[in-house]
């Protein structure tokens, strides 16, 4: 857009935004390009955009299987990703995350000297200064993340719980975009969410809000992997099916739950519209709670959607408070199951823009 068009979104005067764009150029930041022609006389408007070679996000997702890395440009938008071997041991992740993010540089013919900022997603209870609290999933407990890192990389390191990435991310570049308040329920190993509220993601107290798998629906249930039973957790996350579906033939592995549900296996059918019930009774207490204009569901919850959505809304009716449960809606996301996640470099991107940034977890 033109310099006089930032001028009327902003409410800046003219001088003020001139003064700003000339900081901005001369970090590289932006760059001015002539605008399409409008079909009138004259010259086409000079127009104002971010520069692809401005710099680097980089996100880092601590996953399961491996350390998933994350390229994009400045605008946040992923173009790049590459899978290290996991670490064995948390002494190991400083060095092994500095590796990464070299190797991913040397792939896209970048240098480490361009990332203006990197975003790190953990799995598990991640405390407001950025250190991993516990992580049930890994077996990591009482990680100072932080502490790691902050010798390896020569950027600022942004450390978050990867369902509250993944809210982030669906607020800036998914079907929550237009939100300013939703809740987000997603997850694959386990479950888990977040909350946004009046235009911002609800951190807690400490940093652990959000773990919306660990919301009771079955008293003396299924173990959780948090150690207590009932947990929505242990009854929708992916080896929690896979494991309730061992009795039907051929399943081993959840893709195996699709395609069976896919085909219409009575037995994957039932199983999946008894999780729907599950989630319904979560969804409804959120819903009782918080009062949200919408949720969003990603991750495995969105892949199982189709076999789920009747129960799931029925629970819901069954037990939310009637004048709520009729104003809300239900959003599947659109990005959370992409083939290169979006969380690490929203991560990024939120602490490299952010005015205040005491704020978003920076150490």
């Known amino acids: 857009m033109s310099q006089r068009e930032l001028s009327e979104l902003t409410g800046c005067d003219k001088s003020t935004v001139s003064v700003i764009i000339k900081r901005f150029e001369g970090i590289g930041l932006v760059e001015r390009t002539m ?30 299987e491996c350390l998933r890395f994350v390229a994009a440009n400045v605008d946040g938008r992923p173009f790049a990703s590459i899978d290290r071997p996991l670490p064995t ?41 950025g250190g991993l609290a ?48 939703f809740i987000m329920l997603d997850g694959s190993r386990g479950i888990g969410g977040g909350v946004f509220i009046d235009g911002r993601l609800y951190r807690g107290r400490s940093g652990f809000s959000g ?27 992916a080896p ?61 919850i969105a892949q199982i959607w189709p076999y789920i959505e009747n129960s799931t809304r029925q629970t819901i009716q069954q037990n939310a408070m009637r004048t709520p449960a009729r104003e809300y809606e239900i959003r599947i996301s659109t990005i959370s199951n992409s083939q290169i996640p979006w969380g690490g470099v929203t991560l990024a991107l939120e602490g490299f823009s952010n005015l205040h940034p005491t704020d978003p977890l920076p150490w």
Request: overall charge negative.
């Open 240 to 300: 929690a099916l896979v494991a309730r579906s061992r009795r039907v033939p051929g399943i081993s592995k959840f893709s195996d739950i699709l395609a069976a549900a896919e085909a219409g296996n009575p037995d994957v059918r039932y199983l999946l519209e008894e999780a729907g019930q599950f989630l319904g009774v979560a969804m409804a207490t959120l819903i009782n709670v918080f009062d949200p204009p919408a949720i969003a569901l990603g991750g495995i």
């Open 89 to 129: 041991t948390p002494s190991e992740l400083g060095d092994d995350v500095r590796n990464g993010l070299e190797a991913l540089c040397n792939e896209v013919g970048r240098s480490l000297s361009e990332i203006r900022a990197v975003g790190m997603t953990l799995p598990g209870l991640v405390g407001s200064a």
């Open 134 to 181: 516990e992580s049930s999933n890994l077996s990591w407990d009482t990680v100072a993340v932080p502490d790691l890192l902050r010798t390896k990389i020569g950027a600022p390191v942004y450390v978050d719980n990867d369902s509250n990435a993944s809210t982030l991310a669906e607020h800036l570049f998914g079907v929550a975009a237009d939100l300013s308040d």
């Open 35 to 64: 605008g399409a022609s409008s079909g009138r006389r004259g010259r086409p408007s000079e127009s104002l955009r971010i520069s692809e070679l401005s710099g680097l996000l980089m996100g880092v997702h601590l996953e399961f």
């Open 211 to 237: 773990e919306m798998g660990h919301i009771k629906v079955v008293k003396d249930g299924r173990m959780c992997g948090c150690g207590a039973p009932g947990c929505l957790s242990a009854y929708i996350c």
